[in-house]
């Protein structure tokens, strides 16, 4: 499988850029032709894992979020959104439905679940103090 | 964006949620929301997210949120929905155990 196209983007931890940060994603991927419910499915994901760099790898400061998409000759999409925040302690527990260590606002602890629920395969790489890197993986039915 | 509408005596208040649920544009509509049902207590809240155009989880987080501020005053929750990408959502959180969603296949449980 060969990467035949790669886009990064750089952004700040600010809620304001959740938006756009899916909308560039899925203006990216567009280029190949994916159905709606595919660009709907990547558009979730990216949300929620952008969401989550805001709320929980940079909850007191603002920092910056990286986000790479790899496209492969076979329509796989993977999507690498990574924080040099505060890090998941226990990665399997973060996991879980419904868990969230948010105190402050209204979170649902299902920032994962719906990750999971609409991609292909999530990763989950995280060091405590050394930031988080959440890869997405999505298959594209290429016409 | 929402926009509220009342019953002529205020017994029931709809909030017609128009656009994007995410957690940067929900926490607007939560303040606005919760206003409404602080002052006007009404028994009966009708969330409609029919005009909904894209919905993370954070739209779970403002369902529950509604939920529990309504709860104060006795007042019942009703989600109104028609994407089949947010039914998704709201059956992955079991949020439909707390509160009545409306439209689509469970429009006979109304």
């Given amino acids: 499988m060969k990467i035949i196209n790669e886009f990064k983007l750089t952004l700040d931890s600010r809620s304001i850029n959740e938006s756009f ?3 560039a994603v899925a203006a990216f991927v567009s280029q190949y032709d994916p159905t709606t419910a595919e ?3 990547i558009k979730t994901a990216v949300s929620e894992a952008v969401t989550n ?3 929980h790898a940079y909850p007191d400061s603002i920092g910056k979020i990286y986000i790479t998409v790899k496209m492969t000759d076979e329509g796989l ?3 690498y959104i990574r924080d040099k925040g505060k890090g998941i302690p226990d990665i ?3 996991l879980e439905p419904l868990f969230t260590t948010g105190k402050e606002g209204e979170l649902s602890g299902l920032g994962f679940t719906v990750m999971q629920s609409f991609c292909d395969k999530i990763k989950v790489r995280s060091k405590v103090c050394g930031g988080t890197t959440v890869a997405l993986f999505k298959k594209l039915n290429l016409k | ?3 509220l509408k009342y019953d002529s005596d205020r017994k029931s208040l709809a909030a017609v949620i128009i656009g994007e649920i995410d957690h940067h544009s929900a926490e607007g509509m939560r303040d606005k929301i919760d206003e409404a049902i602080y002052v006007f207590k009404p028994h009966k809240i009708i969330l409609d997210f029919t005009s909904v155009s894209f919905m993370d989880s954070s739209g779970i987080g403002l369902i529950m949120g509604r939920y529990r501020t309504s709860r104060y005053h006795g007042g019942e929750v009703f989600v109104k929905v028609k994407d089949e990408r947010i039914k998704k959502i709201l059956s992955l959180s079991g949020i439909d155990k707390l509160v009545s969603i409306i439209g689509g296949k469970n429009e006979d449980n109304k």
């Fill in chain 1, 39 to 41: 660009i709907q499915d």
């Fill in chain 1, 77 to 79: 999409v993977k999507i």
């Fill in chain 1, 92 to 94: 399997e527990k973060a």
């Fill in chain 1, 53 to 55: 760099c805001i709320v």
């Fill in chain 1, 21 to 23: 940060a899916r909308v």
């Fill in chain 2, 1 to 3: 964006m929402v926009e």
